[in-house]
């Protein structure tokens, strides 16, 4: 009966898709993470080119976990 109510093959859609987003979204925060205290070990230790380096991977996963968190309010209320 529950068959008849959700398709499997969209079920198995969104379960895929909401897996790949949960584990693409969590390394990119884990990214930013790293980044920002990579940046403040490396500042301190007065390497301004790998520091700068590190603010840009962490820079880089913010706007990735911003992206993500954008593409899905509009994900959701366009449909």
Not at 15 to 32: E, K, P, Q
Not at 45 to 54: H, I, N, T
């Amino acid at each position: 009966m529950i068959a008849s109510l959700v398709p499997a093959k969209e079920l198995l859609e969104t379960v895929v898709a909401s897996v790949i987003a949960g584990l693409g979204v969590t390394f990119a925060f884990s990214m930013a993470i790293w980044g920002v205290a990579r940046f403040a070990d490396l500042s301190r230790g007065e390497r301004p080119l790998a520091a700068a380096g590190a603010a840009i991977v962490a820079g880089l996963g913010l706007a990735s976990v911003g992206a993500a968190l954008v593409f899905g309010i509009v994900v959701m209320t366009s449909g």
